[in-house]
């Protein structure tokens, strides 16, 4: 037993020693660590940014060893140095990985890159990974990097583990932020997991969904299958083998034929603004298994229009292929291809052009062969099997005139080559020929009428202007929809709604350009803020070289070109479109030809333009148009025009509509029906923008969602902003081009605003400097008195008159106000007292009876104050006084009463330029009937237009009544209409004349309201009263009332009544919509007076 | 004193202790129904109540504000609300007014917040020169961001805040009354608004009183 333990030991130690000894003489590398990588991307816009190699930056693998050894106190950074677990350990971070990447892979150096913000909230402002500003978003692991609270953890508290992978991601516009449709692309498998990494077998397809993981910075990640996406394979990024588009549930699927490692990708997209807001996603695919012959899908036939321009006196050969591997040139000249059209042959054109057109060209026996069949030239045939018929007779000799000749064919109809021979003497002889390959824009406009976009037009700017009711500087809410509302016509350009923007405006612009400090601009590196801004203010007559205490049209030239093209083809593009607006002159001449070349420099082969890429896009091939049209006298620039139209024609779909990438969308349309009017081409009737009889015009209103009068930006996506606005400045563009007016964007029709030109003699076109400027020009003011028609000649009447001004800027240094006016003799001035908006001085006055002259000053003589309108204007209107006019003892049957004179001065020395300005007093005056009795004078106040809750069959009136007391009640009645008007008792405060209103059948002509004998009164009865704002007649004006205008425009409960219509349409326009909300608000929180009140005490009478 | 008169004089103490008992558990009743109900009609009545605050010292620099309170809303949603309210601008200058902590809602709003405070109009020249503020708030999307009963709770009442400086017209024993003159939480439906003209909406002025 005890030898046998004795062995058995023996054996178990020997078995010991021997494992120790295999494992002794087995390589350590068996043992090492498996390194550990994590991978990372970074994107700009739809595209992965290459590297200082030219390599795209794509799931890069960066070996967590590497980026260990980076010591962040070496960077200055010990500050973010993260011990996650307290073990006293630092973590290796994503700050890490920035530097390293940022280094190593960009080669740029660190000291570039500029952080903010502390532990836990590290902040990039500008310069990592070469990007120049702060527009970046991150992704980790597919995700947003949250905490349970929705919190993002910045760069240098993400801690790395092996296999990690992060996305980088910058965007020029800044709309990624807040986009819905904001997000990275990946690749998810059949699980639904997101994976950067796939394998595949040859000829079996590989099936990935494609999504967008959207949300983030702050809330939940929201996972959406992006359906018609473009999704490229190949063995590089960038250089696609072919692609595959996804389906409804974002799925492709891939058949890869050869075993390799390939890569799949998409680019990233737009989203709800115009702006790409998604990022490109890419996987690798690992396939393995033998080659297969991938199975060809059947090619469509592919058809295009082609036209072949033989040249008269040559004798020619044409020699033409299309092949399945020989797509790309398809004629030549010579030995030159002169196209590559890509095998989409659906109609030649031969034409034979005389010297003296239409001198007969004889082309005897010319054949075609094709197939080795020889044909005849037809014109206008179709060709059937193989015979290609060129000829009028088959097989005939014909005598061809000048003159177009047409066939239809093919792909696999023009699989061999065709000959067009000179068969004179029977041998097909090689000629060196002429053959112009363009395309056919010989119709110009088909039978169609141009359609009448008005309703929609006007619905839509109604919606844009109730419910942006305060646009201020921005793509959205802001410079679009103020370019719709100025050129479309519904505000006119004095109007609040544009002086109360413009008013935001010189605000935000005295900041923003102070803020970036760059010669005007409003923005480092996006010129087309400023480009924006300027086109928009233009189109309400305001000039862009002056807005606050900045010129943005000498951004252009005191940042030079290189800002401006900092955008790409979008800054050029857009600097032109805004220089032509008004004309602008710039202090370097060379700015607007140095754009033309650059523009004309990025012309594609297919003749469109794009942000990115070799394909036309059709919104900056449109927008391009828009820009060159006033330099079409150029050759290069006609030319390159010409591309561009035949272009687009060839892009639009048989919807009407454009692509953009995969999808059709509004804003394509849009941008084309600019285009295209700004060219003189009607987008609903030329026949070359119009398929299967749908225009572009019809295309954009296939967007249009009625009961939200607003635009979609793909079809049944919902509707959206940006979308809304550039649809409806197209329409505006159709709609003027219809209507013979000038294009959206040329302004010369336009009334320009004088500008005041701050001092300053340093010619620099900065703020005001004390020194003296070169020119001055000042505002325009205009005064605004209107008489009432008529007043009773009894002693002792009074009644009142406001002075209005148009044109008042509170940032012009206004110090006094003079006024005189003439009185007539017999009245006498009661008083005169200052609006209660103005502000800053003190009203004096003295009135001399003899010469019946009012004179009147406003100013403050201690402190020399500037002047200000604190009230709201009406209409581009602001108060100053009011005048009380008494009757004393007049003698004739009517008085002018009239401003006589009118000035605004800056300061005492009248020998300067700017000491004053010359208010326009041409209107201020009128005419006063002087009656004895009951008299009535009647002014419409508005009709309704159908699109707000007042119908056409409606109208407003305002009488005023001479000699009754005040609030007795008046019924009208002609026979056929029996109205009850009702007292108004801030009317009558303000004209001292009895005044009432009612809702009144439009079609009742004015003159009938002044006759005598149409009217009942009852001086033992009280009328019924009207208070303006007061919607449910409670006697009190509050949020109540305001909140009725609002769900009157929403269409909640009922349509208002008659009376409510008169209380709540304050603003006295022909709607009652939320500016009428926003009046009440204005009224009771800044007793600004009514627009009604305003317009009452201003119309003229119609009866006089 | 016979034994009869004893009992009876001992019959009469006992009753008169008995309806003294009886007395006591009635007052004890009625006062405690009384304060439930005095307490019932402050939760259930929407009150608005301008905070009257500490005696302020004539000799007061500073700025102090006012807490505009309301104590309840209904079921309805209050799309706007404003309020009217007077005070001597001679003695006091309006500053303008600071938020409170009574939200609004943000359906379907572009944050992704899900309320909002709400954006107060006033203007504060207009104020001072008349001595009524005038404070609106209007929803224009029509509901989407309304006052709603579910965004209150006990410390989430202060519907805003006035501030004011005391002007150097100011003496001890002052007083200044500060009064809502009109306030109005409005619904769509106007029956389900909150308003002072209907007694719907209850208010409490406030008073401020000067001393050393």
């Given at each position: 037993?005890?030898?046998?333990?004795?062995h058995?030991?023996?054996?178990?130690?020997?078995?010991?020693?021997?494992?120790?000894?295999?494992?002794?003489?087995?390589?350590?590398?068996?043992?090492?660590?498996?390194?550990?990588?994590?991978?990372?991307?970074?994107?700009?816009?739809?595209?992965?940014?290459?590297?200082?190699?030219?390599?795209?930056?794509?799931?890069?693998?960066?070996?967590?060893?590497d980026?260990?050894?980076i010591?962040?106190?070496?960077?200055?950074?010990s500050?973010?140095?993260?011990?996650?677990?307290?073990?006293?350990n630092?973590?290796?971070?994503?700050?890490?990985?920035?530097?390293?990447?940022?280094?190593?892979?960009?080669?740029?150096?660190?000291s570039?890159?500029?952080?903010?913000?502390?532990?836990?909230?590290?902040?990039?402002?500008?310069?990592?990974?070469?990007?120049?500003?702060?527009?970046?978003?991150?992704?980790?692991?597919?995700?947003?990097?949250?905490?349970?609270?929705?919190?993002?953890?910045?760069?240098?508290?993400?801690?790395?583990?092996?296999?990690?992978?992060?996305?980088?991601?910058?965007?020029?516009?800044?709309?990624?932020?807040?986009?819905?449709?904001?997000?990275?692309?990946?690749?998810?498998?059949?699980?639904?997991?997101?994976?950067?990494?796939?394998?595949?077998?040859?000829?079996?397809?590989?099936?990935?969904?494609?999504?967008?993981?959207?949300?983030?910075?702050?809330g939940?990640?929201?996972?959406?299958?992006?359906?018609?996406?473009?999704?490229?394979?190949?063995?590089?990024?960038?250089?696609?083998?072919?692609?595959?588009?996804?389906?409804?549930?974002?799925?492709?699927?891939?058949?890869?034929?050869?075993?390799?490692?390939?890569?799949?990708?998409?680019?990233?997209?737009?989203?709800?603004?115009?702006?790409?807001?998604?990022?490109?996603?890419?996987?690798?695919?690992?396939?393995?298994?033998?080659?297969?012959?991938?199975?060809?899908p059947?090619?469509?036939?592919?058809?295009?229009?082609?036209?072949?321009?033989?040249?008269?006196?040559?004798?020619?050969?044409?020699?033409?292929?299309?092949?399945?591997?020989?797509?790309?040139?398809?004629f030549?000249?010579?030995?030159?291809?002169?196209?590559?059209?890509?095998?989409?042959?659906?109609?030649?054109?031969?034409?034979?052009?005389?010297?003296?057109?239409?001198?007969?060209?004889?082309?005897?026996?010319?054949?075609?062969?094709?197939?080795?069949?020889?044909?005849?030239?037809?014109?206008?045939?179709?060709?059937?099997?193989?015979?290609?018929?060129?000829?009028?007779?088959?097989?005939?000799?014909?005598?061809?005139?000048?003159?177009t000749?047409?066939?239809?064919?093919?792909?696999?109809?023009?699989?061999t080559?065709?000959?067009?021979?000179?068969?004179?003497?029977?041998?097909?002889?090689?000629?060196?020929?002429?053959?112009?390959?363009?395309?056919?824009?010989?119709?110009?406009?088909?039978?169609?009428?141009?359609?009448?976009?008005?309703?929609?037009?006007?619905?839509?700017?109604?919606?844009?202007?109730?419910?942006?009711?305060?646009?201020?500087?921005?793509?959205?809410?802001?410079?679009?929809?103020v370019?719709?509302?100025?050129?479309?016509?519904y505000?006119?350009?004095?109007?609040?709604?544009?002086?109360?923007?413009?008013?935001?405006?010189?605000a935000?612009?005295?900041?923003?350009?102070?803020?970036?400090?760059?010669?005007?601009?409003?923005?480092?590196?996006?010129?087309?803020?400023?480009?924006?801004?300027?086109?928009?203010?233009?189109?309400?007559?305001?000039?862009?070289?002056?807005?606050?205490?900045?010129?943005?049209?000498?951004?252009?030239?005191?940042?030079?070109?290189?800002?401006?093209?900092?955008?790409?083809?979008?800054?050029?593009?857009?600097?032109?479109?805004?220089?032509?607006?008004?004309?602008?002159?710039?202090s370097?001449?060379?700015?607007?030809?140095?754009?033309?070349?650059?523009?004309?420099?990025?012309?594609?082969?297919?003749?469109?333009?794009t942000?990115?890429?070799?394909?036309?896009?059709?919104?900056?091939?449109?927008?391009?148009?828009?820009?060159?049209?006033?330099?079409?006298?150029?050759?290069?620039?006609?030319?390159?025009?010409?591309?561009?139209?035949?272009?687009?024609?060839?892009?639009?779909?048989?919807s009407?509509?454009?692509?953009?990438?995969?999808?059709?969308?509004?804003?394509?349309?849009?941008?084309?029906?600019?285009?295209?009017?700004?060219?003189?081409?009607?987008p609903?009737?030329?026949?070359?923008?119009?398929?299967?009889?749908?225009?572009?015009?019809?295309?954009?209103?296939?967007?249009?969602?009625?009961?939200?009068?607003?635009?979609?930006?793909?079809?049944?996506?919902?509707?959206?902003?940006?979308?809304?606005?550039?649809a409806?400045?197209?329409?505006?563009?159709?709609?003027?081009?219809?209507?013979?007016?000038?294009?959206?964007?040329?302004m010369?029709?336009?009334?320009?605003?004088?500008?005041?030109?701050?001092?300053?003699?340093?010619?620099?076109?900065?703020?005001?400097?004390?020194?003296?400027?070169?020119?001055?020009?000042?505002?325009?003011?205009?005064?605004?008195?209107?008489?009432?028609?008529?007043?009773?000649?009894?002693?002792?009447?009074?009644?009142?008159?406001?002075?209005?001004?148009?044109?008042?800027?509170?940032?012009?240094?206004?110090?006094?106000?003079?006024?005189?006016?003439?009185?007539?003799?017999?009245?006498?001035?009661?008083?005169?007292?200052?609006a209660?908006?103005?502000?800053?001085?003190?009203?004096?006055?003295?009135?001399?009876?003899?010469?019946?002259?009012?004179?009147?000053?406003?100013?403050?003589s201690?402190?020399?104050?500037d002047?200000?309108?604190?009230?709201?204007?009406?209409?581009?209107?602001?108060?100053?006084?009011?005048?009380?006019?008494?009757?004393?003892?007049?003698?004739?049957?009517?008085?002018?009463?009239?401003?006589?004179?009118?000035?605004?001065?800056?300061?005492?020395?009248?020998?300067?330029d700017?000491?004053?300005?010359?208010?326009?007093?041409?209107?201020?005056?009128?005419?006063?009937?002087?009656?004895?009795?009951?008299?009535?004078?009647?002014?419409?106040?508005?009709?309704?237009?159908?699109v707000?809750?007042?119908?056409?069959?409606?109208?407003?009136?305002?009488?005023?009544?001479?000699?009754i007391?005040?609030?007795?009640?008046?019924?009208?009645?002609?026979?056929t209409?029996?109205?009850?008007?009702?007292?108004?008792?801030?009317?009558?405060?303000?004209?001292?004349?009895?005044?009432?209103?009612?809702?009144?059948?439009?079609?009742?002509?004015?003159?009938?309201?002044?006759?005598?004998?149409n009217?009942?009164?009852?001086?033992?009865?009280?009328?019924?009263?009207?208070?303006?704002?007061d919607?449910?007649?409670?006697?009190?004006?509050?949020?109540?009332?305001?909140?009725?205008?609002?769900?009157?425009?929403?269409?909640?409960?009922?349509?208002?009544?008659?009376?409510?219509?008169?209380?709540?349409?304050?603003?006295?326009?022909?709607?009652?919509?939320?500016?009428?909300?926003?009046?009440?608000?204005?009224?009771f929180?800044?007793?600004?007076?009514?627009?009604?009140?305003?317009?009452?005490?201003?119309?003229?009478?119609?009866?006089? | 004193?016979?034994?009869?008169?004893?009992?009876?004089?001992?019959?009469?103490?006992?009753?008169?202790?008995?309806?003294?008992?009886l007395?006591?558990?009635?007052?004890?009743?009625?006062?405690?129904?009384?304060?439930?109900?005095?307490?019932?009609?402050?939760?259930?009545?929407?009150?608005?109540?301008?905070?009257?605050?500490?005696?302020?010292?004539v000799?007061?620099?500073?700025?102090?504000?006012?807490?505009?309170?309301?104590?309840?809303?209904g079921?309805?949603?209050?799309?706007?609300?404003?309020?009217?309210?007077?005070?001597?601008?001679?003695?006091?200058?309006?500053?303008?007014?600071?938020?409170?902590?009574?939200?609004?809602?943000?359906?379907?709003?572009?944050?992704?917040?899900?309320?909002?405070?709400?954006?107060?109009?006033?203007?504060?020249?207009?104020?001072?020169?008349s001595?009524?503020?005038?404070?609106?708030?209007?929803?224009?999307?029509?509901?989407?961001?309304?006052?709603?009963?579910?965004?209150?709770?006990?410390?989430?009442?202060?519907?805003?805040?006035?501030?004011?400086?005391?002007?150097?017209?100011?003496?001890?024993?002052?007083?200044?009354?500060?009064?809502?003159?009109?306030?109005?939480?409005?619904?769509?439906?106007?029956?389900?608004?909150?308003?002072?003209?209907?007694?719907?909406?209850?208010?409490?002025?406030?008073?401020?009183?000067?001393?050393?």
């Open positions: 037993m005890k030898t046998n333990s004795t058995i030991a023996t054996k178990f130690i020997s078995l010991i020693l021997a494992v120790f000894m295999i494992i002794g003489v087995m390589p350590t590398i068996a043992f090492a660590d498996t390194p550990e990588y994590v991978y990372i991307s970074a994107s700009h816009d739809a595209d992965f940014i290459n590297d200082k190699n030219g390599a795209p930056l794509v799931y890069r693998a960066v070996a967590l060893d980026l260990n050894s010591d962040l106190d070496t960077y200055g950074l500050d973010y140095l993260y011990d996650k677990d307290g073990d006293g630092y973590e290796i971070t994503l700050l890490h990985l920035y530097i390293y990447v940022h280094e190593v892979i960009f080669g740029l150096d660190w570039s890159v500029n952080i903010s913000g502390g532990a836990g909230s590290i902040y990039f402002a500008g310069g990592l990974f070469g990007f120049e500003d702060e527009n970046l978003r991150y992704n980790y692991n597919g995700a947003y990097p949250a905490d349970e609270n929705g919190r993002g953890f910045t760069a240098d508290q993400i801690v790395l583990s092996d296999s990690d992978f992060i996305e980088v991601a910058h965007f020029s516009d800044w709309s990624f932020y807040g986009d819905s449709a904001s997000g990275f692309h990946y690749f998810t498998d059949e699980n639904d997991e997101i994976n950067i990494s796939y394998s595949a077998e040859t000829g079996k397809a590989l099936s990935v969904k494609l999504i967008r993981v959207g949300g983030g910075m702050g939940a990640d929201t996972q959406t299958p992006e359906a018609g996406y473009t999704v490229y394979y190949g063995t590089e990024i960038g250089n696609a083998i072919a692609s595959v588009t996804t389906d409804d549930n974002g799925i492709a699927n891939i058949t890869f034929s050869d075993p390799s490692t390939y890569y799949i990708w998409c680019r990233g997209g737009k989203g709800d603004s115009d702006a790409i807001v998604s990022t490109p996603a890419s996987a690798t695919v690992t396939v393995t298994g033998e080659a297969v012959i991938p199975e060809q059947e090619t469509p036939e592919e058809k295009t229009d082609i036209k072949v321009t033989i040249d008269e006196g040559m004798d020619f050969y044409a020699s033409a292929y299309c092949c399945d591997d020989c797509y790309t040139e398809l030549y000249s010579g030995d030159e291809p002169v196209t590559s059209v890509n095998t989409t042959i659906e109609k030649w054109e031969c034409e034979f052009h005389g010297k003296n057109p239409p001198a007969e060209y004889k082309v005897n026996n010319i054949a075609v062969s094709a197939s080795n069949n020889a044909n005849y030239i037809v014109k206008g045939a179709t060709i059937n099997g193989n015979y290609y018929a060129f000829g009028e007779a088959e097989g005939s000799s014909e005598t061809y005139t000048v003159g000749y047409t066939v239809k064919m093919n792909k696999s109809q023009l699989d080559a065709i000959y067009a021979s000179n068969y004179e003497d029977g041998t097909p002889e090689d000629i060196t020929i002429h053959i112009h390959i363009e395309k056919i824009e010989t119709e110009t406009d088909t039978s169609r009428e141009p359609q009448d976009v008005s309703a929609i037009l006007n619905a839509t700017m109604a919606k844009l202007a109730s419910t942006i009711t305060a646009p201020a500087f921005g793509t959205n809410a802001g410079e679009w929809t370019l719709s509302l100025a050129r479309g016509g505000f006119a350009k004095d109007n609040a709604y544009f002086t109360d923007y413009y008013d935001r405006i010189v935000t612009v005295n900041e923003t350009a102070a803020s970036v400090n760059l010669n005007g601009a409003l923005h480092k590196n996006k010129s087309t803020d400023n480009s924006r801004l300027i086109v928009a203010l233009s189109s309400i007559g305001k000039n862009a070289t002056s807005v606050g205490d900045w010129d943005l049209v000498e951004a252009y030239s005191a940042n030079g070109f290189n800002w401006i093209k900092k955008q790409g083809i979008n800054g050029p593009i857009w600097a032109l479109i805004a220089l032509d607006s008004n004309d602008y002159e710039t370097d001449p060379t700015i607007r030809q140095q754009c033309i070349d650059f523009i004309l420099e990025k012309q594609l082969e297919d003749g469109g333009w942000l990115s890429g070799t394909v036309a896009d059709p919104d900056i091939t449109g927008m391009t148009l828009q820009a060159l049209i006033n330099y079409a006298d150029q050759e290069a620039v006609a030319a390159a025009a010409a591309k561009a139209i035949a272009c687009l024609s060839e892009m639009q779909q048989t009407g509509g454009f692509l953009y990438g995969t999808s059709e969308t509004s804003e394509s349309a849009a941008q084309v029906i600019v285009a295209l009017t700004a060219w003189g081409i009607n609903d009737t030329d026949s070359r923008f119009v398929k299967e009889d749908k225009s572009v015009v019809d295309a954009i209103l296939d967007y249009y969602v009625e009961d939200e009068a607003m635009f979609e930006h793909q079809a049944a996506a919902g509707t959206n902003d940006m979308a809304t606005d550039q409806c400045y197209a329409l505006v563009a159709y709609n003027r081009f219809v209507n013979n007016q000038n294009s959206l964007y040329d010369s029709d336009v009334v320009f605003d004088s500008v005041t030109t701050p001092d300053d003699g340093n010619d620099d076109n900065t703020p005001d400097d004390g020194e003296g400027d070169d020119t001055v020009t000042l505002d325009k003011l205009t005064a605004v008195f209107n008489p009432p028609a008529q007043v009773s000649g009894l002693s002792g009447t009074t009644f009142d008159v406001p002075v209005y001004i148009t044109g008042w800027n509170n940032e012009s240094g206004y110090k006094l106000i003079d006024m005189i006016v003439s009185v007539p003799e017999g009245i006498t001035v009661e008083e005169v007292t200052a209660s908006g103005l502000t800053g001085g003190e009203l004096e006055y003295s009135f001399e009876k003899e010469t019946g002259k009012l004179r009147v000053v406003y100013f403050d201690n402190n020399n104050n002047l200000t309108i604190t009230s709201d204007s009406f209409d581009g209107m602001n108060e100053l006084f009011n005048i009380k006019f008494k009757v004393e003892d007049v003698k004739s049957s009517a008085v002018y009463i009239g401003i006589s004179g009118m000035s605004v001065k800056f300061h005492s020395d009248s020998t300067a700017d000491s004053m300005i010359v208010v326009n007093t041409d209107s201020a005056n009128g005419n006063v009937a002087i009656v004895y009795g009951v008299s009535f004078s009647a002014v419409c106040l508005y009709t309704g237009d159908d707000d809750l007042i119908p056409k069959t409606k109208k407003a009136v305002a009488i005023s009544v001479t000699d007391t005040a609030g007795n009640k008046i019924v009208y009645s002609d026979g209409n029996k109205i009850e008007f009702k007292y108004s008792d801030e009317i009558t405060a303000k004209t001292g004349i009895a005044s009432y209103v009612a809702l009144v059948d439009s079609s009742i002509a004015m003159e009938n309201f002044v006759k005598i004998e009217y009942d009164i009852n001086i033992d009865e009280d009328a019924s009263t009207v208070v303006f704002g919607s449910n007649a409670d006697g009190v004006i509050n949020a109540q009332d305001a909140l009725a205008a609002v769900d009157f425009w929403l269409r909640k409960g009922d349509a208002p009544t008659d009376d409510q219509i008169l209380a709540v349409n304050v603003n006295s326009d022909s709607r009652i919509n939320t500016f009428d909300a926003l009046g009440i608000v204005e009224h929180v800044n007793g600004s007076e009514y627009g009604v009140i305003t317009k009452a005490a201003t119309l003229n009478s119609d009866n006089q | 004193m016979s034994r009869k008169e004893k009992a009876s004089k001992k019959k009469q103490r006992i009753i008169i202790l008995l309806v003294i008992i007395l006591l558990l009635l007052l004890t009743l009625f006062l405690f129904v009384f304060k439930r109900d005095n307490d019932n009609s402050v939760i259930s009545e929407p009150t608005l109540t301008v905070e009257t605050p500490q005696k302020l010292s000799a007061e620099t500073d700025t102090f504000s006012l807490d505009v309170l309301i104590s309840s809303l079921e309805a949603l209050y799309p706007a609300a404003s309020m009217s309210i007077s005070f001597d601008p001679s003695t006091l200058e309006f500053l303008g007014v600071e938020e409170g902590n009574v939200f609004v809602h943000n359906y379907g709003g572009e944050s992704r917040v899900d309320r909002l405070l709400p954006d107060w109009s006033v203007n504060i020249e207009q104020s001072n020169k001595g009524l503020i005038n404070i609106m708030y209007l929803d224009i999307t029509g509901g989407r961001k309304s006052f709603g009963k579910d965004l209150l709770a006990e410390d989430y009442n202060v519907v805003l805040r006035l501030r004011f400086r005391l002007r150097g017209s100011a003496r001890v024993g002052d007083i200044y009354d500060i009064i809502v003159e009109d306030a109005v939480f409005a619904a769509s439906d106007e029956t389900q608004s909150l308003a002072m003209t209907t007694g719907t909406l209850k208010i409490i002025n406030s008073k401020i009183v000067i001393g050393e």
